[in-house]
């Protein structure tokens, strides 16, 4: 009876084993292609991105010396402090507009650093937008089902933090189905002005 049971149970498996690969290969001739993007890629390739990108670093350092250099006029006037005695109408006074001054000036760099985070946010979302409208013109042009999101970057053998992060990414192997030079390509103004 045992070997009955393992006998079936072989049958099964074989069949299983015949049948799965048959299975997948129909699903794939009905649903379309898989393919892939390596997304860093495409916004580190982006000229547009990079300028718009590097005018905020800009605006974001000349903000921190601005307010530094603030931070320095406080620092000097309140050595003036020592002119004036303990709790005398001149020394508290002058506490008092140091103290108003520091405050409005936390307030401003608040106020500014969360402005440039917005818009930093705002040019990767248009960035975004603009790839997954190119990404989809090209799945519907070449009958791509699926595209899924890919890290060509190359690692390192003795970086754990990369290596780490490779042993952890989605995509194992790829064989020729990537859309990323077509989709830079395709977002760069110089090669788009080309075309028309």
């Known amino acids: 009876m045992n070997s009955q049971w393992i006998k079936s149970l072989m049958a099964g498996l074989v069949l299983t084993c015949i049948s799965f690969p048959l299975m997948a290969q129909q699903e794939n001739s009905n649903g379309g292609l898989v393919a892939i993007l390596d997304v860093a890629k495409v916004f580190k390739d982006n000229p547009v991105f990079d300028t718009k990108m590097k005018s905020i670093k ?17 620092r000097k006037d309140a050595a003036g402090l ?4 303990v ?7 002058l506490e008092a507009t ?5 405050t409005a000036l936390r307030t401003q760099a608040r106020q500014a650093e969360a402005d440039l985070l917005a818009r930093e946010a ?10 997954q409208t190119v990404v989809s013109k090209l799945a519907n042009q070449y009958g791509i089902s699926l595209v899924m999101r890919f890290d060509s970057a190359p690692i390192s053998r003795d ?13 194992v192997y790829h064989h020729k189905v990537d859309l990323t030079g077509m989709v830079i390509q395709a977002m760069n103004p110089a090669s788009a002005s080309a075309n028309q």
Do not use: C, W
């Open 122 to 131: 705002g040019i990767y979302y248009d960035t975004y937008s603009e790839m």
């Open 82 to 85: 020592e002119e004036f005695g």
């Open 159 to 171: 970086n754990r933090p990369e290596v780490i992060q490779a042993v952890n990414r989605t995509i």
């Open 58 to 74: 800009a605006e974001a350092d000349a903000l921190k010396k601005k307010i530094q250099d603030q931070q320095e006029m406080i």
């Open 87 to 93: 709790g005398t109408p001149e020394r508290n006074n």
């Open 98 to 102: 140091l103290e108003q001054r520091q």
